[in-house]
């Protein structure tokens, strides 16, 4: 979805964060800065939401700005994809959520799987990385890469978790409702793609 407001908020966002990382100028510091309130005040008049909101959630970050990295477990039994009901939109989603500091991604997938679904699994491989804004996933104010990680489970039983209300296992041409901010239905087909061609390449876009 090109929402170029969004687009232009995300670049100046990035340019004002990165040049407070690295500048010492005092002047460069109050134009970045300014870049940043610039950023800030396209989504306010957007999106209708509160500057100091947008400013805690979108233009606190230090540091390079980098992409966030978002994860997913991909847990497959009797032809069946593993998919949690989430509570904050009662939609359905691969188990996942943001990475964590200090955690790998198979360590990840393996966590928010159990979380979230109550059962324990291992990471088998790398299915696929791919770029959120070249899929058709809702607009946000975060540039995501999603790794979508397959695992088999060794362990445990169907159990929603804090953020979750429900755990069942669905075939291709029978999903729920999904939860588009975290998973297409071409992103679960795509998945279903693995079960059927183990060999399929890892998938970069």
């Known amino acids: 979805m090109d929402i ?25 510091i109050e134009r970045y800065e300014a870049l940043r309130d610039i950023s800030i005040d396209i989504l306010a008049n957007h999106t209708f939401t509160d500057k100091e909101k947008i400013a805690l959630t979108f233009a606190s ?12 477990g991909v847990v497959f039994r009797d032809n069946k994809i593993l998919l949690i009901r989430e509570k904050i939109d009662g939609a359905w989603a ?32 790398l299915l696929a990385v791919l770029d959120k804004k070249f899929h058709n996933h809702p607009p946000e104010p975060y540039h995501v890469y999603k790794l979508f990680i397959r695992c088999e489970i060794v362990g ?24 588009l901010e975290r998973n297409t239905a071409q992103q679960i087909r795509t998945m279903f793609e693995f079960l059927e061609h183990p060999d399929k390449p890892v998938i970069l876009d």
């Open 94 to 125: 691969l188990p996942g959520g943001w990475a964590d500091i200090g955690f790998s991604p198979s360590e990840i997938a393996v966590k928010e799987v159990k979380e979230e679904s109550g059962f324990d699994v291992v990471p088998i491989r």
């Open 4 to 28: 170029k407001w969004l687009e232009w908020a995300k670049q100046i966002q990035a340019i004002a964060q990165t040049g407070l990382t690295y500048t010492q100028n005092e002047y460069d």
């Open 156 to 179: 445990g039983e169907a159990a929603a978790g804090l953020e979750t209300s429900a755990v069942e296992f669905f075939e291709v041409d029978h999903l729920p409702e999904l939860s």
């Open 61 to 72: 970050d230090l540091g390079y700005a980098t992409p966030k990295v978002d994860i997913r």
